[in-house]
């Protein structure tokens, strides 16, 4: 049976830093992208960062370029995801997830929620002010 879990979640003040991580049994994902997304009360599964199979190539959605790294090591099938400078908009839950077409082609990387497979439990993000 294919999971993913995150853990890292937690509760920071505004300005302050957490790592999130993704460990995914049951299969490797060798050749395949993963990625994280987000969700607040009331909103849309939000794209937040993605990464090819080899951790060469990341995508990151508007709200968090410069603040988040998405990093992965192949060889114990993990991922990562460091936020930096947290604001109170970025509370959320933060999902895992792996889509089953692969690594990312193009120019480009998987952005959408649709395009992924493999999903995570999530795990709860407060950023208080």
């Known amino acids: 049976q294919v999971q993913v879990v995150e853990s890292g979640g937690g509760l920071v003040q505004a300005g302050g830093s957490l790592r999130l991580s993704c460990a995914a049994t049951?299969?490797?994902?060798?050749?395949?992208?993963m990625g994280w997304f987000r969700q607040a009360p009331g909103k849309e599964r939000e794209f937040v960062a993605a990464?090819?199979?080899?951790?060469?190539?990341?995508y990151y959605g508007d709200s968090v370029q410069g603040r988040f790294t998405i990093a992965r090591n192949t060889a114990e099938n993990t991922m990562y995801l460091q936020m930096n400078r947290l604001k109170p908009e970025d509370t959320a839950i933060y999902y895992c997830a792996a889509p089953n077409r692969g690594d990312c082609r193009g120019m480009g990387c998987y952005v959408e929620a649709y395009e992924y497979d493999f999903w995570g439990q999530g795990t709860q993000v407060t950023v208080s002010s």
């Open positions: 049951g299969r490797t994902f060798r050749g395949y992208a």
């Open positions: 990464i090819n199979w080899k951790g060469g190539s990341t």
